[in-house]
């Protein structure tokens, strides 16, 4: 019989809430998803860097939850490699999103896309692993999509980014995992944000359609939840991640997509 009483932690386990005692760095914090999961890291007690090249926002952000801010564009290599030193928590989110066929896409946004979304990545978890090897403890929390798992027409650099960020994140976690370092990937669907939003007025143009029919006949024509996926949401998920209680977690990929990659 367990006399444990309801609600209580599993003796075995760590505070799984807390992240106090935790830096954490989060790119791409001055709205959306990043926003969303730098409140949440706060609000679970971590120190929290939040980094964007939009200096107002981020600069918000950082007023509201108690944060220290980073203005950075994560084009500069050099200077997104110093965002991971002394991180505990990584949570590689900043994107950026440009829709058209492959024979017209542009050549030079094709490679900021892979520059923002899979290099700046790669750097920044590169300066954080020597640190938390020697910490013995690490969780990488990069935001890949449902475009990580599946193509989309029109979005050959964002594929291209999504997927190879999964193959990152799968590397670093077999490598990391003899060190008490995780790697896990978080792939949510259609997610309410600015990035979205953009899309929404593309989308509308390329397929010639009213914006308001876009959602959910273009967007969620695949998806069975009729609905966009809200920031918080994503957030409470990688949060999880982050915890201390997730030590076996790693490798993974989390879809968020209401059912999108399920058939």
């Not at 809430?17 to 706060?42: C, F, N, P, W």
């Not at 475009?147 to 990391?176: D, F, M, Q, W």
Request: hydrophobic residues 45%; charged residues 20%; contains cysteine.
């Amino acid at each position: 019989m367990n006399d444990r009483p309801a609600g209580s932690p599993n003796p075995g386990l760590p505070d799984a809430h807390s992240l106090a005692g935790k830096r954490a760095v989060v790119t791409g914090a001055a709205s959306g998803i990043g926003s969303a999961a730098a409140r949440r890291l706060a609000g679970a007690g971590a120190t929290v860097v939040v980094v964007d090249r939009e200096a107002d926002a981020v600069q918000r952000v950082a007023e509201e939850i108690g944060a220290e801010a980073r203005i950075a564009d994560l084009e500069d290599l050099d200077a997104a490699a110093q965002l991971g030193e002394g991180a505990d928590i990584l949570v590689n989110n900043a994107g950026l999103q440009h829709v058209a066929p492959v024979h017209q896409f542009p050549p030079e946004m094709f490679t900021k896309i892979l520059k923002v979304m899979l290099e700046a990545p790669f750097r920044i978890t590169r300066a954080a692993l020597p640190g938390m090897y020697e910490r013995g403890w690490g969780r990488v929390v990069n935001i890949s999509s449902v475009h990580g798992l599946r193509a989309s027409p029109y979005k050959s650099a964002y594929v291209a980014a999504k997927h190879g960020l999964e193959g990152l994140s799968k590397t670093i976690a077999v490598e990391a995992a003899g060190y008490g370092v995780t790697s896990n990937c978080v792939c949510p669907g259609f997610v309410r944000t600015p990035l979205v939003e953009k899309q929404v007025a593309e989308q509308a143009e390329l397929h010639r359609v009213p914006e308001e029919q876009v959602v959910e006949d273009v967007l969620l024509s695949r998806t069975p939840v009729k609905r966009l996926v809200e920031p918080a949401e994503v957030a409470e998920l990688v949060h999880w991640l982050c915890g201390p209680a997730t030590a076996s977690v790693t490798g993974a990929s989390f879809p968020m997509d209401g059912g999108w990659t399920a058939h």
